[in-house]
């Protein structure tokens, strides 16, 4: 039986355990946060003390952690590279800098450990609801190995390259279009409480509308609930990985306009509330206009 670990136990990596164990994958995992590893073995996981330990006991490793550095340093030195096996996986779900999940998978070369490159998109919903999407760049190998622990978190698995840092880069594209459309729908948002207009007739014009979509849809239903912390999509993430995309834009010469634009907004947004979620951006335009929209 396939072996599963998982580093970084938050809103994604929590959800990532809960499906591997709901299918039946033996699972140790790790965490800073006491609370968190609590609620991890409470839900029937191993607690480990170190990513060490972890790799120990995994033939398959997620980690979830939230920026690039944190991710090489629970992988490499003394992390999960001193203890997995040779033939292991590592999968890179957190969402990082192309050019460090490059550094990541140079620094395993001949170490008889596979990368895959892999960062998620779902969000909260899909990653405690098992049906993330993945853009996975690793080798066919690698991605026979781990596709049983790969299937129990994910409703579809793209392969998107070999190369480590091909999926970080699907990755920074994407994120660039959510970011635009988040941007879109919180401008959308604050007209609509100006004009006078229902919340609930607005999010049911929208999402029965070609102007709907997940992401789009999803944002306005937090807003007109007026769920603005606490929903599992901190706008400290989506902030992030908007840098990330328009870092590779700057390095590729690529003109990002509206990425720009749904960067300030979130600049905005992180400055002033900086504990909310992404659909505070919102609040910020409410309080210029002075009107708020709701169901």
Known sequence: MLRCGVIGLGDMGSGLAKNLMANGLPT?????????MKAFAGMGGTAA????????????????????SQAKAVILGD???????TGSVVILSATILAAEAREIGEALAGTGIELIDSPVSGGFPGAQGGTLTMMAAGSDNA?????????????TIHHVGAEPGMGQTVKACLQALIGGVFA?????AALA??????????????????GGSVAANTALEKI?????????????TMYKDLTISLDMARELG????????????????????????????????EEIVGAELKR
Do not use: C
């Open 28 to 36: 140790a995992g790790f965490d800073l946060s006491e609370q968190r």
């Open 49 to 68: 003390a170190s990513p060490a330990e972890v790799g120990s006991q995994a033939d398959v490793v997620f980690v979830m952690v939230m920026n690039g």
């Open 79 to 85: 992390g999960l590279a001193s203890t997995m096996a």
């Open 143 to 155: 991605l026979a190995t781990a596709r049983p622990a790969m299937e129990a978190v994910s409703k």
């Open 184 to 188: 879109a729908t919180f401008e959308a």
């Open 193 to 210: 409480a100006k004009a006078g207009v229902s919340g609930q007739a607005f999010y049911d014009v929208v999402s029965t509308s070609s």
């Open 224 to 236: 007109i609930d007026r769920q603005f912390e606490g929903t599992g999509s901190h706008i400290a």
């Open 254 to 285: 690529v003109p990002l306009l509206t990425a720009s634009i749904a960067m300030q907004l979130f600049q905005a947004g992180k400055t002033k509330y900086p504990d909310g979620d992404n659909w505070i951006v919102t609040r910020v335009l």
